[in-house]
């Protein structure tokens, strides 16, 4: 479990051939070729996102480890983290659910009229959502034009909405200009990749944090600061709702989910 190997086709000196890819799946192995006890006396990591296990992930499971939990300085009332009316986004159903679920970020963005927001969705079904949701106030990007596009957001004076793919971290979306955004997808790591059908199939426990760790990045965007605030709606019934007994990812890891932030959900 140290080591995925898989056979692919990768381009060497101009030509594409047959390899085997060896990946590292964990940092267990080699903590002495990271940090060698010899010459590191203190590792510090400092992360609003940090779990014990990401600990034994890194190879520091041996070490003393001391954790320091800090009050966070933002009141839940002010980083609201509203659970309401879920459609459900997973591949299966998405075609389906496409137009009803754009029609609730519509009725979302006209309870924010005067703030600039953000939708996180995945690329793919960005794509898909082109032709539900219309109009001068969204703002699209790609891949190629991502930080552009996000730097003429953060600019522009308008209530502004971005479609946002891939911006669960370095994102800093501080001030009254930006009120609001929502999670519109439960983004799971996609099995399409080997080695991570591989964790869904030996350490499903990996495949939750690395859920949740998006999520809980996801909904820090919007509010940077005791003074400032910002709500984030979650929309995927993949999240699940405690207020009608609908389990969902929320209850298979609620030991990934600390209590400030359990106090900041507001369940509809």
Known sequence: ??????????????????????????LRGMPDMLWPANSTKKIILMSGTIAKRDIKELGLIGRKVKFLDTKNPIKPERRKIIVTNPYNMSFKYQDKNLKPLARQIEGILEKHSDTKGMVHLTYGLAFKMRKHLKGSR?????????EQVLLDFKQTKEPKVMIACGMAEGVDLAGPTFGFQIIAKVQWPSKKDKMID???????????????????????RICRGADDEGVTYITDSAFGNVRKKRNGLFQQSRQFWPDDIVKAIEWR
């Open 198 to 220: 591989m964790f869904y199939k030996k350490d499903i426990e990996r495949i939750i944090w690395d859920t949740v760790r998006t999520i809980r990045q996801q909904s820090g």
């Open 138 to 146: 969204f703002m699209w990007h790609t891949k190629e034009d991502k």
């Open 1 to 26: 479990m140290n080591y995925f190997i898989e056979h692919s086709v990768e381009e060497y000196r101009g030509e594409m051939l047959p390899c085997l890819r060896v990946r590292p799946t964990t």
